[in-house]
């Protein structure tokens, strides 16, 4: 998609976030940076430190493709880290266990009407997303990311929500 129509749904996408109760409910948000033609999170995060929230963002840990979770104050904390995605600098870590969250905003290249998704082919929300229990997950696509089905298996944990320019697609364990 061309930047201006990343930005403009992206724009659609915050706002129906920003409206959710999981979300004005949610302390302590685990927010993905985006990057590329990703739904754009910046803004979201910016209105989340002057909303009071905690923001956390993930380190990427390339030695066994699990995420580290950090909280971080402001931009500044961030630096171009792993595969030129904003993480946490290594002085401004302040390491947060998954289980300190309320809420777990995902990303992915694709989605299915039940939650299922496919990321970027590491497997670190994978990781992630096994051992964080019962969190709630939101994931933030754009309509054309959302396919009829996509393949899983057994051991694979569904999205509770996707979030797109045009809809919400809760699953049946949907949260919002």
């Known amino acids: ?67 580290l979770l950090s909280k971080i104050a402001c931009w500044d904390d961030l630096e171009k880290g792993a595969y030129s995605i904003l993480e946490p600098k290594k002085q401004r870590i302040t390491e947060i266990d998954s289980g300190a969250l309320d809420l777990i905003i995902v990303p992915g290249v694709v989605f299915d009407e039940r939650g299922h998704r496919i990321g970027h082919g590491k497997g670190y929300y994978d990781r992630l997303l096994q051992n964080a229990g019962h969190i709630p997950t939101l994931a933030l696509a754009f309509e054309i990311q959302i396919v009829d089905s996509i393949d899983s298996e057994p051991h694979d944990k569904r999205i509770d929500t996707i979030i797109t320019e045009k809809r919400i697609i809760k699953n049946k364990l949907g949260l919002l």
């Open 1 to 67: 998609m061309p930047s201006d129509e990343v930005r403009q749904k992206s724009q659609r996408i915050k706002k129906r976030v920003l409206e959710t109760d999981i979300f004005t409910k949610s302390d302590t948000i685990l927010f993905y940076v985006s990057y590329g033609n990703e739904v754009q999170t910046h803004e979201l995060i910016t209105e989340s430190f002057s909303l009071g929230k905690t923001v956390v963002v993930p380190k990427s840990v390339t030695d066994d493709y699990t995420l």
